[in-house]
């Protein structure tokens, strides 16, 4: 028998800290198996975030540096221009992106540096506790929005892929998610492109993917995919909102 | 005869059934008799010869647990 799906090679043979269900480690192995199909792990230095994933330069085989809350992509910028030849990838959840790290992700797509981003959506802040993110959906209940997210109080939930697109500079901006096998897929082709715009074009690039916390959702995993497609994604809608000129 | 095979590395199973709600044959359930080094009751397969090799039990593992192989 051939084998047809065997563990990426950029993927550490490791055993994650990440609750049980949490489609973190889904993320990860799509941006490992991208890693291996453009055979450029030996150039790739990814920026760890604050959050679930502050732990993610022990889950790849390829350099990292860690980076303080929300600063990814700044810390990213001062790898690539020193380093030009390196592929350099940001991993951020949407506390660590959305909200204290809201400067850093604006300024970096609009001088179009030639990084990749990686964005987790999975609307709650997961590490610390499930507290309300500027994308938890409104009326959604977290430790800090008890009675649900009350918009009038908070706003509403902030649609950064949307945001993003409306700056000049970036080259490729899309939605996607790691709910069911055919989202998975759709992940994949997106991440891939977003580490072959930099690699061809040397523009700045981002994957925004809604991804689950069943246990600050208070959720059984299987539960929160569902949830996720009933509620993240008709206010988060999926696709490409950006992508490279010649490819129009 | 199967089609398809699939094996798991139990020790890092979760047992969070992501594997087990893809499953278009619904052939892989939770080994409720075992408990792997975690802690958990790892995912198995109960009928290994309807196994057609699709992979969409590794492509939703969170944690790489299945490697899948097809004739
Ligand atoms: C400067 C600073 N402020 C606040 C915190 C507390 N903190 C740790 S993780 C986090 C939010 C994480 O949420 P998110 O980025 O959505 O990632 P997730 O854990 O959901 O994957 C916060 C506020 C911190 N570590 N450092
Ligand atoms: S708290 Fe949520 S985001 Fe963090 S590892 Fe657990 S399920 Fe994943």
């Known amino acids: ?248 | 005869m199967a089609k398809g095979k699939v094996v798991f590395n139990e020790d890092r199973c979760k047992g969070c059934e992501l594997c087990t709600t893809v499953c278009p044959n619904k052939i892989l359930t939770l080994d409720t008799k075992k408990i792997n080094k975690l802690g958990y009751h790892p995912a198995t397969v109960t009928n290994p010869e309807e196994c057609i090799g699709c992979a969409l039990c590794a492509r939703m593992c969170p944690d790489c647990v299945i490697e899948v192989y097809r004739e």
Request: charged share 20%.
């Open chain 1, 1 to 248: 028998m051939k084998p047809v799906f065997t563990r990426p090679r950029s993927l550490a043979d490791v055993t994650t800290h990440y609750c049980p269900g949490c489609t973190h480690g889904i993320i990860h192995r799509l941006i490992a198996e991208a890693i291996d199909e453009l055979d450029i792990a030996e150039r790739t230095i990814g920026v760890a975030p604050v959050g679930c994933s502050v732990l993610a330069y022990n889950y790849f085989n390829v350099d990292f540096q860690e980076a303080a809350h929300g600063r990814a992509p700044a810390v990213a910028t001062g790898i690539k221009r020193a380093l030009p030849d390196s592929v350099v990838f940001t991993y951020q959840g949407d506390g660590d992106l959305a909200s204290i790290g809201t400067a850093e992700i604006v300024h970096a797509a609009n001088r179009g540096e030639a990084i990749t981003v990686i964005y987790v959506n999975n609307a709650i802040y997961g590490m610390t506790g499930g507290q309300m993110a500027p994308t938890t959906l409104a009326g959604q209940k977290t430790t800090t929005s008890p009675y649900g997210r009350d918009v009038k109080l908070c706003g509403y939930p902030i649609r950064m892929a949307e945001l993003l697109s409306t700056l000049v500079a970036p080259r490729y901006i899309a939605r996607v998610a790691v709910n069911s096998p055919a989202h998975v897929q759709q992940a994949k082709r997106a991440i891939k492109r977003a580490f072959e715009v930099q690699v061809n074009d040397r523009g700045f690039a981002l994957v925004e993917v809604l991804s689950t916390c069943p246990t600050n959702w208070g959720l059984p995993p299987k539960k929160a995919l569902e949830w996720l497609e009933e509620n993240m994604i008709p206010y988060y809608p999926l696709g490409e909102f950006k992508v490279p000129k010649e490819a129009e």
